[in-house]
């Protein structure tokens, strides 16, 4: 253990001896193309010719009119290749593991997401892929397993456990201490141990400053505010670093599922459910029990399913630099609604979160103030869970139809 990548009283890398040497390399690196102007044209090169960057920053003017009050600006992370910012962190790791001469990489994904964009990484690239995933969300995200096998990687179904992303988590640290000398472990969001947090964030922080500019292009001012979802916490890294020397307010926004009572929701920052902890490598707010036992956690969106926050978050949160709100599944839906509607644009579940939130403040803000809510994915991916929550007929008829056919 070494007290090292600490974001206030959060962070560290707590680690199996055996991995030392691999995250001293990989600090080393990261802290080379940091300084190396030339991997941050790289990056947004690549970024610009194969995942449509910059993306847009988008006048929401109907759900303006439609709110009163502040002037609503949706940065398009949608827009991206694999629909999500996911793919900021895995090309921008891909570049890495090009400098360190590695040729086999490895993640762990829980809804998929991730595991899809590292697999599209990899076969840019021509490195192996292995993806490992938990048995039970290998059933579940089925789609998602499908195209990551049809881009060449192999995904491997982890059993142990409860056979979801914390036990995947878990088997993709026991490979890479096997494989260190020729894999990298492309970790997912600005969680793990340093320096992961701060490594995802700077892959992210292309959103902030992109829309910084924008907005003073677009629009001669700054935002008031600027909402976030969080899960991982990487997308709400990645747009607020633009604005951290700004006079703006950010707002993350977390899973409030049932409702913060209802013990089912993935808030840890804005609940009273969650308190510091060590798990996985990192010092950070984890939704644990006073044996430090990880809780149970729900929310309508996988992605913010999770029981950990970045530690970098974690330390915003304690020295006030960034609020935490909630929003409800329920809430959640409801602005999916409104902004497929007003706007003809398909949030993710996940990003739906900060729609949701910015709905209910935009309101009480005046024309004068305009504010940014960060779209960090497209909703398709959620056909299956939203049209379950909108009850649609027809594709419970289109459902049941297809299973007949197989069956026939
Ligand atoms: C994965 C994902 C998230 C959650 O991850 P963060 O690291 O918190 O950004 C949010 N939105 C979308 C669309 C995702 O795919």
Redesign the pocket.
């Known amino acids: 253990m070494k007290n090292r990548g600490y974001y206030g009283n959060y962070g560290g890398a707590f680690l199996p001896e055996i991995l030392v040497a691999t995250f001293d390399e990989l600090e080393a690196e990261f802290e080379k193309i940091k300084s190396d102007p030339s991997f941050w044209r790289e990056y947004e090169t690549l970024m610009a010719t194969y995942s449509c960057r910059p993306t847009p920053l988008t006048h929401a003017e109907n759900l303006t009119r439609e709110l009163g009050g502040a002037k609503i600006y949706i940065k398009r992370?949608?827009l991206n290749h694999t629909?999500?910012?996911?793919a900021n962190n895995v090309m921008g790791q891909g570049l890495l593991v090009k400098r360190m001469g590695k040729k086999r990489v490895i993640a762990e994904t829980g809804?998929g997401?991730?595991g899809v964009a590292t697999a599209t990484m990899a076969a840019k690239f021509g490195f192996e892929c292995t993806i490992y995933m938990g048995e039970v969300d290998v059933v579940r995200q089925r789609p998602n397993v499908f195209w990551m096998e049809q881009m060449g990687a192999t995904v491997v179904p982890v059993k142990d456990g409860t056979r979801i992303l914390k036990d995947a988590i878990n088997e993709a640290f026991r490979d890479w201490v096997t494989h260190m000398d020729t894999t990298h472990y492309v970790l997912?969001?600005?969680?793990g141990p340093h320096p992961f947090p701060e490594m995802?964030s700077y892959f992210?922080s292309i959103i902030g400053k992109e829309a910084r500019e924008q907005m003073l292009a677009q629009e001669g001012r700054l935002p008031k505010r600027v909402y976030?979802?969080?899960?991982?916490?990487?997308?709400?890294?990645?747009i607020f670093s633009g604005f951290f020397d700004d006079p703006v307010e950010l707002v993350g926004v977390e899973a409030g599922g049932h409702g913060l009572d209802s013990g089912m929701h993935a808030a840890r920052l804005c609940s009273d459910d969650a308190s510091p902890g060590i798990a996985q490598g990192y010092k950070t707010y984890f939704l644990q029990d006073a044996d430090g036992q990880m809780k149970e956690t729900h929310s309508i969106?996988a992605?913010?399913d999770?029981v950990g926050v970045?530690p970098i978050l974690s330390d915003l949160y304690e020295s006030g630099k960034v609020r935490f709100e909630s929003a409800t599944d329920r809430e959640v839906v409801d602005a999916l609604k409104l902004t497929m509607r007003k706007e003809g644009i398909i949030p993710?579940?996940?990003?739906s979160h900060a729609f949701a939130r910015a709905f209910k403040e935009a309101g009480t803000l005046s024309p004068a103030d305009a504010i940014i809510i960060n779209q960090?994915?497209?909703g398709d991916?959620d056909i299956f869970t939203v049209a379950d929550a909108v009850e649609d007929p027809k594709w419970k008829e289109f459902i049941k139809g297809k299973a007949e056919e197989y069956h026939a």
């Open positions: 992370e949608d629909g999500a910012h996911k809804a997401q991730h997912g969001t600005a969680c995802v992210q976030a979802c969080v899960g991982g916490g990487s997308n709400a890294m990645g969106s992605g913010l999770y970045s993710a579940l996940e990003s960090s994915g497209r991916k």
